[in-house]
């Protein structure tokens, strides 16, 4: 089976949703349900899973027994900030380890720091935590962050929440080809057909929180987005025909038929 692998442990889906931006929470478990996703992130600064006694609490629809849950530290711009929520993150959720660390250097376009980014995931690993990195898409930063120990590399496909898509292409196949983790598109992502390009370039999965979320009607979206997941890796693995300009071959022989004239002749 085409499992996606993330720190040993195999999922069917390779689509990975938030749980921000919804209306409610009855929304939520319905697009979540939809979407097929059974990776669900959590900012931990912006949804109480326990840590505001007597406001509503995600967990009572979205369970940990049903789901993987994956706090994240949206929000943050300190590597103090980060590694502060996700220990809150892990006692909180029984010594919860897979985790998805992001350190934000701009609070209008949300681009990563990366050094404050690398500094926090240095330190989550020796706690041993497993690490999912939001990352710029630097090749050079992302094998940086692979070798440290992270266990799953997410670079941008554009600025969280923009639904610009995947604007630089050569650079998140250079991440590709040079990884041993998954990789998997975090942040940009707008519709369908960016989930299934970022899984056509062979991506091993999608995070997405607006795409989904924003949408008009979240609840189809997220059943177009699982769709578009699934189909963007059977293509990727199907292989896709060559490009090239024209075709001089035509589809059916000539070879043989009686009485063939070139185009030129026919319309004569």
């Not at 711009?77 to 980060?82: N, R, W």
């Not at 060559?242 to 063939?260: N, R, T």
Request: glycine share 8%; charged share 20%; hydrophobic share 45%.
């Amino acid at each position: 089976m085409d499992n996606l692998i993330i720190a040993d442990k195999s999922y069917h889906s390779r689509l990975l949703v938030g749980t921000g931006k919804y209306q409610d929470f009855n929304e939520t478990r319905c697009a979540i349900e939809t979407s097929g996703a059974e990776i669900i992130t959590v900012a931990i600064r912006r949804t109480n899973i326990g840590q505001n006694p007597g406001e509503p609490n995600l967990l009572e629809v979205i369970s940990p027994s049903k789901y993987t849950l994956l706090p994240n530290t949206a929000g943050c711009y300190t590597v103090e900030d980060a590694v502060r929520t996700l220990r809150l993150a892990r006692e909180l959720l029984d010594g919860h380890r897979l985790v998805k660390l992001e350190v934000l250097g701009d609070p209008k376009t949300l681009y990563p720091n990366m050094v404050e980014t690398i500094k926090a995931a240095e330190i989550l690993i020796k706690e041993d935590f497993q690490v999912m990195v939001y990352t710029s898409d630097d090749p050079i930063i992302a094998k940086q962050l692979e070798e440290i120990g992270c266990v799953a590399i997410m670079p941008l496909a554009s600025l969280i929440g923009s639904g610009m898509g995947i604007l630089n292409p050569w650079n998140l196949q250079i991440i590709i080809e040079n990884a041993k983790v998954p990789v998997l598109v975090d942040a940009g992502v707008g519709t369908a057909s960016d989930a299934a390009i970022a899984m056509e370039l062979g991506c091993d999965g999608v995070l997405m929180n607006t795409a989904i979320a924003a949408a008009q009607n979240p609840v189809l979206m997220a059943s177009a987005m699982r769709k578009a997941v699934e189909a963007g890796r059977e293509a990727y693995l199907a292989g896709r025909m060559a490009k090239k300009l024209y075709s001089a071959s035509p589809s059916s022989p000539v070879s043989g038929v009686i009485a063939s004239s070139s185009p030129q002749q026919a319309n004569k």
